[in-house]
């Protein structure tokens, strides 16, 4: 997934914080008052909406002689799929892990726990019986809620938008 710059990150605040996923979106001059602050030309928002359309980052329909935009995937979805690949720079996936989860808070372990929890549920191990949360990874039996991490190829899985990842 694309990182973005700093006037694309606001752009997308915009359409995160504002375009509720059942609206038909919004204009380029929408965008553009919505970060008038900011003191932006319209043909830069207009630039940078086309650029973040080109990037799969946003949807655009036409309506009339303009275009209405609206986010392709939540900010939740984004953060996570920078996250997973983060994971992908190199190294040991494994000890990154280990030491992100050594740095959350207590609250944010909980949250961690429950969510893995929840995943080992669905997930079945190998031969169809449950997975065992950290069976047969380094480190751990330093974590006690893990489950198997994903292959190292995560071409074509699903992505947290529910549409297709190209690699």
Known sequence: MTRLGDLERAVMDVLWDTVPATSDGVTVRE???ALAGRELAYTTVMTV???????????????????RYRAMATREAH???IMLDALDLGGSRDAALVRFAR???????????AA??????????????????GAGEP?????TDRVAAPPPDRAGRPDLAGGATER
């Open 79 to 81: 953060i996570a799929q």
């Open 116 to 133: 893995l929890s929840a995943e080992a549920g669905m997930a079945p191990g190998v031969g169809g019986q449950p997975a065992e949360p």
């Open 103 to 113: 740095s959350v808070t207590g609250t944010e372990a909980d949250v961690l726990r």
């Open 49 to 67: 909406l086309d650029r973040l359309a080109g990037k799969g980052m946003v949807q655009r329909e036409r309506e009339g002689r303009a275009w």
């Open 31 to 33: 965008v553009a008052d």
């Open 139 to 143: 480190g751990a039996e330093q974590l």
